[in-house]
């Protein structure tokens, strides 16, 4: 049997009573843009993270975009971010005009405080870290320098609902936080959606008047805006999922302890072990694997599907380059490494300890193959 790398029929077959339940509700009241499973969804993520304030969005692009604008991100500033994460880190940077500066990254992905310190410019106007794959920045070293400089953060928690970092939730670390439900994320709608969160109430009440073509009350527009609303039914199912996400995020982290357990003395491949202070959601389960490409083919030939997240850094990226002057990458050592090594395992909550322990087990034989390869070469 294939193992595929995500299940999201199976997840939807699982809760189909439910959700065609809500989509009769909604029918009922007529409620399709806003509505009572908005505010619903909204309350449920201040209580879950403990924030004060979440302002539903239809993206967690369109989040990153209004928070940096509420930041004060103008034509011209310069906000530091990572070159390791999905387009939409930049491209939120970019759509303000102001221009993505890169760090390298540490041996967890994400963003090096050490390397940020060097990129800090007159222009700089925010500091982004991406809690990538659902692994948590260094917070406390990020916000002494956010502190010291007086820059504030935005934190990219796009693929990180539920992760901790020193028992704290991420996205509560920054002025604001922005996180992404796309179908993929570990808190998923069936469509489009984000949101964001901040304790600042100045904040969330103009995203939420942002969000809705700037309108106040039906005759009052006090702002070009934009639509940027999270739909009824994708609230309804978020609230649905949000039931589950604690035994979701549980169930990752169990898979990832039987790929710790089934593949800790493999020494081709380096895990994406927890920290001290950390608590990952594994949002993905990214491993750095010697020979990734021939992995990645062999695993493929096996019927198990795996990922690159991500195969070009942001600045490699055409995008990028017909923009930007271009970047060398030997700048960026760490980066440079792990785009030519990573490799994602399907760690979803639908695979079973079987399924896992066929996938280490075909990891495993690839090594001992290419191993005995090369030994038998040397004679
Ligand atoms: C790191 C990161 N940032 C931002 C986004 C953008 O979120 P959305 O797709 O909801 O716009 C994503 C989505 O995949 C992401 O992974």
């Known amino acids: 049997m294939p193992i595929p790398y995500v299940n999201l029929t199976k997840q939807a077959e699982s809760q189909k009573k439910e959700i ?3 989509l ?21 993520i201040c209580k879950l993270i ?45 759509h303000l005009g102001a221009v993505p500066i890169f760090v390298d990254i540490c041996n967890d992905g994400n963003i090096d405080p050490k390397d940020l310190i060097k990129k800090i410019s007159k222009k700089t106007k925010a500091i982004m870290p991406v809690h990538l794959s659902g692994r948590p920045c260094k917070m406390d070293k990020i916000i002494s320098i956010s502190k010291k400089y007086k820059i504030p953060i935005i934190e990219d928690a796009a693929q990180a609902i539920g992760t901790k970092f020193k028992n704290k939730f991420v996205g509560t670390f920054g002025k604001v936080g922005c996180f992404s439900a796309h179908p993929l994320k570990n808190l998923n709608a069936m469509g489009d959606s984000g949101y964001l969160v901040t304790d600042d109430k100045i904040i969330a009440n103009k995203i939420k008047l942002l969000r809705n073509h700037g309108i106040k009350n039906r005759n009052d527009i006090t702002d070009f805006g934009y639509v940027s609303r999270m739909d009824n039914f994708q609230a309804g199912i978020l609230n649905l999922r949000l039931k589950k996400l604690k035994s979701i995020i549980a169930k990752r982290r169990t898979n990832a302890k039987l790929y710790f357990q089934n593949l800790k003395k493999l020494k081709e491949i380096k895990l994406p072990y927890e920290e001290k202070n950390q608590f990952n959601s594994f949002h993905t389960f990214i491993i750095l694997a010697n020979k990734r490409d021939k992995l990645k083919n062999y695993l493929e030939k096996k019927k198990i599907s795996t990922a690159i997240h991500y195969p070009k850094l942001i600045f490699d990226q055409k995008a990028y380059t017909n923009k930007f002057k271009k970047i060398n990458s030997k700048h960026y050592p760490n980066s440079k490494y792990y785009v030519s090594n990573i490799l994602t395992l399907p760690i979803n909550e639908f695979i079973t300890k079987n399924e896992i322990k066929k996938i280490s087990n075909e990891i495993i034989n690839f090594y ?3 191993n005995a390869k090369n030994s038998r070469q040397h004679f």
């Open 20 to 22: 065609l339940d809500l």
């Open 50 to 94: 403990n924030v004060k304030h979440c302002v539903a969005l239809n993206s967690g692009t369109d989040a990153l975009t209004l928070g940096l604008h509420l930041i004060g991100v103008k034509k011209g500033d310069e906000v530091i971010t990572t070159p390791n994460s999905f387009i939409a880190s930049a491209a939120a940077i970019v």
């Open 368 to 370: 001992n193959f290419i």
């Open 24 to 44: 009769n509700r909604i029918i009922k009241k007529g409620q399709f843009v806003g509505g009572y499973e908005i505010d619903k969804f909204e309350k449920n």
